[in-house]
Structure formats: C-alpha cells, structure tokens
C-alpha cells in the first residue's frame, strides 16, 4: 500500500475518534506522528474524509503530509445543543397540524399563525417526554384577551380523555407554556396520573378567536409519548433554573437523546428566568432552528 494511502487511512481513524470524543471545534494545525499536519476545514454532519497529499520533499519510504481534512465537526448551532431526531416515531395515526387550521375569517384571520413548538416529523408532529406531567408550548401571534376561549385537549390512543381545560388569558403575542396536571379528567381528586411508556397521546389546542361567532376557532395538534432513558432521570415537575450551565446541560442530554418536549421546558424556563443571558437564547434559539421553527426563536 502506497504511503498516500497508508496516511489517508490513518487520518480517517484517527478524526474517526476526535469526533466521537470531542465535541468542539479542533484548533489547526494538529501534529502528528505519521504525517505533518491535518488542517480541519469544514463540518459535514456524520461525514469524516481525508485527503491525502503527497509532500514532494518527502519519498514514498517517509510519511506524508495530509494537507486538507473535513470531518464531522459540530457547526456553530449544534455546539450550543444538538438535537437528535429519533428514527422511531409513529409513520401513521398522527394529527399534522403544527401550524393552525381553522376558520380564517374576520378577527380569526390574526391567528393563523397559531403555532406548536413541536418537531414534525415526516409530516407527524410529534415529540417525546420522560415525565408524566409535560408541558407543551405554543406561539400566539395575536394578543388573547379574557373574553377568548383557550382550550387544551389531551386524549389517549382510544380517544379517551386524559386532560381538558379552558383557560382565560390576557397576553401580548408571544409564547404559551401548558404543563398538564398530575390528575387526569376523569380521575378521583388526589389520585395521579402515570402515563405508559410508549403509548401516544393526542392533544389539541384551540383558541376561539372571534366572541361573535359561535364556533370560530383555529386549532393545532400533535402526538407526544413518555419514553424511559437509561441514565437519565425524568424530567422533575419544578425545574430548578437558578444554576443556569447545569440546566442548559440538562437540556442539551435531554436533546441529544431526542427528548424534544423536555429539553425545550428547561430552556423555555430558563428563557423566563434568565431573559438576558446570551448563551440562554442562543442555546434556545438553536434549539427551535433544529425543530423546524427558526422564525419563532427570536419571540419573547
């Protein structure tokens, strides 16, 4: 095997681990042993190349310098809080209404832009939790007054219902967080609801946007399931924002493990909290460009 050959296999080894181990940008040049140096020059998500150059001040019986080398390196977005989209979502028996649907008329027509923060996937909106209490959100893009109905509906896979309720708000537009509760709609008070792991659960939110005509609403909907993963700890119901690097840490697992509705809570309370702080609403901003809602990431 020529030595060209010899040092483009070994480069591709050797960035093979950096990627796995770390997940910043390598700094350039970086020297090794067995070729001069590897210069990085470009991020290709899950791609790692080398090009291999043979130095004319070297023979084949020496090493060779590798000039040039693309790895799969974070870009800037995904070295604040990368987003891993499972492969396992339901292909069928979703709602696909991540942005309003509904009658458009009239004072309606300021809602359409009604929308869920929630992935779609292949045409599923859809997102997973590791709590039984997740809280879902939403962007409004008209004010909401006291005399506007808000409603949430929660139903199982047999469309029964496991949460319902009308809320009155007065609000400029701008983001709406839900957490459901620890009872379900049909259950004795005090008793609390478990959620299966795995079961789908439908929810639709409307708003009815026009006092003076019964029924004039715009609705979203989607799909959510509760999953269980190894090592990481449900997401706790009172999330402490006070130490903000090891929430945006918590977030970035819940992330990178595909947890959509918990990673976003951590972040969206953070955002609340920590109005401010840059990293905060870069990581968040982040976030929602990988979810498919870049032009919600600047809305308060």
């Known amino acids: 095997m020529k030595s060209s050959q010899i040092a483009l296999k070994t ?21 090794l042993t067995s070729f001069n140096e590897i210069r990085v020059i470009a991020f290709e998500s899950n791609s790692v190349e080398a090009i291999a150059m043979a130095s004319p001040s070297l023979d084949d019986d020496h090493s060779t310098a590798v000039s040039m080398a693309s790895v799969g390196l974070p870009s800037l977005e995904e070295s604040l809080i990368l987003f891993n989209a499972p492969d396992d979502y339901p292909r069928r028996g979703n709602p696909k209404g991540r942005a309003a649907g509904g009658t458009g008329r009239g004072k309606c027509g300021a809602y359409e832009g009604l929308m869920a923060l929630t992935p779609v996937m292949d045409g599923m909106v859809w997102g997973q939790t590791t709590t039984d209490q997740p ?24 469309d029964n219902y496991l949460y319902q309720t009308t809320l009155e708000l007065d609000m400029e537009p701008g983001l709406i967080s839900i957490q459901l509760p620890n009872e379900n709609a049909d259950a004795v008070k005090g008793s609390t609801t478990v959620l299966p792991v795995a079961e789908p659960y439908h929810w639709t939110f409307f708003i009815e946007c026009d006092p003076d005509r019964i029924g004039a609403s715009v609705s979203v909907s989607g799909t959510f399931q509760k999953i269980d993963i190894e090592g990481l700890a449900p997401l706790a119901d009172d999330i402490d924002v006070s130490n903000v690097e090891h929430a945006i840490a918590l977030a970035q697992a819940y992330a990178a493990s595909g947890v959509w509705h918990d990673a976003l809570t951590i972040l969206g309370e953070l955002q609340r909290t920590h109005p401010s702080n840059p990293k905060v609403s870069a990581t968040l901003a982040a976030l929602l460009s990988q979810g498919g809602l870049t032009d919600l990431a600047s809305i308060d």
């Open 11 to 31: 480069a591709q080894t050797i960035l093979k681990s950096c990627v796995k181990a770390t997940p910043f940008l390598l700094a350039a040049p970086l020297s």
């Open 135 to 158: 809280t879902l959100w939403f962007y409004s893009p008209a004010a909401l007054t006291p005399d506007q109905t808000v409603a949430l509906v929660v139903q199982d896979k047999s």
